[in-house]
């Protein structure tokens, strides 16, 4: 199982040490590993921690909640089955689905002026 994470801007700091603190003694040094990564479409560093089983993983990240995963969920480049097309750069946060119903209902309003229903 492997975690991403995203490397903050100063660096890990001090919190490394406690990361590293927290493996050894949470875990054991042979039931994990932490390695350099990338990140999808994401210029900054990460790196990934792999652990054997995903309960140590969960463990792991409620343990370390500041730390951002290296997803790449946010990133432009990032496709789904809700993203197809990949996640249109200005987009800060999920879109309402009502005010987007209402959007769509109003602009077929404008396009068929002349109708009504």
Not at 25 to 49: F, P, W
Not at 56 to 66: G, K, L
Not at 69 to 96: H, I, N, W
């Amino acid at each position: 199982m492997r975690v991403k994470l995203l490397v903050p801007e100063g660096g890990f700091e001090r919190q490394f040490d406690d990361l590293y603190c927290w493996l050894d003694q949470e875990v054991g040094r042979g039931e994990y590993a932490l390695h350099a990564a990338s990140a999808l479409g994401i210029s900054r560093d990460a790196v990934a921690v792999y652990f054997r089983a995903p309960e140590t993983a969960h463990r792991f990240v409620a343990r370390f909640p500041d730390l951002l995963l290296a997803d790449g969920t946010d990133s432009v480049v990032y496709t789904s089955p809700y993203l197809p097309f990949g996640r249109p750069q200005d987009e800060k946060s999920p879109m309402c689905n009502l005010y987007s119903m209402t959007r769509s209902q109003e602009a077929m309003r404008r396009l068929f002026a002349g109708l009504d229903d």
